[in-house]
């Protein structure tokens, strides 16, 4: 494995601040593929945090073990934004600026700016294909999923399909998506997933080792790499265009108390969870599923206001408009 920092600044009080990159090189001349992970542009989203130590400890053994499975490039970036990391938070500390929304422009005079052309830049002279790994923020529990914005579907869904994730969901296109990390990469012809799991502050172990052997897979198929050993077993997501999600909403102030799992295949008529009052001991909206179909986001945070999300649910192929 090798080390570098691919940018490092100074804070006001005189420490280092460094964006490290850790690189496992192809035993060809020419790799395959190259291919690189990128966690944490959010700094309270923790789960890719945990997926690149799974990944890191993984490779490191495997290239003591069969250091010819290395046909491609492999380069991983745990923590791009280290301070929002330290303090756990998604925006850039003192700059208040969202780094994921850096992206793309011409004018990079802020600190997180820089930062984020950097990254691109690196990223652009490094892979071929690029995963971002996000979680979800504190309020919603996210099932383990690939995002993709409409139009760049027919040239993803095939890579995303072997990244063992629950769901596909293919949504709208929006402008603020434009100066995101994804986005710019896509642009710049670099096939780019980007991962939503989790929540936020918090690890899920469990969707920790289902996108480990994800991307294990992913590797492998691509012909990063080629390892011999018992095959993964991934499971294939539920695939789902822009008509075919619905968005849950709370009517009222209240509390929510969820009354199901997340990552469920859900009947019509089902009880997802009740809106409740703090002060009269009324039941407010009982939040039951309109169609039949895969619950995939579900409220965490149980203070909610009118038009607070509730749950998403991907619609069955027959409840599909
Ligand atoms: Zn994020």
Redesign the pocket.
Known sequence: MESRTIASYKTPSGQRVEIAKQSFPSVRKRPTKRVAFVSS??GN?LEGIYLCHLLIRHLKNLQQTQPEAFQGEIHIYPAVNPQAVAVGSRLSPFFSLDI?RQFGGNDARSLPAQSASELLDDLKSSADIVVDF??SNLHLQEAPQIRIIDGLHKKLIPLAVQCNVDLIWVHPAAPMFESTLGYNLNQAKINTLVIEAGISLRLNKEFADQLFRGMLNLLHHTGVLTFTGSPLNIDPPVIAHPSEVVLLQSEYAGLFVGHCDLKKNIAKGEMIGEVVSATDGEVLQEVTAPASGFLFTLREHPLVYPGAPLARIALKEMDRP
């Open positions: 542009l959010h989203e994921n996000h979680a």
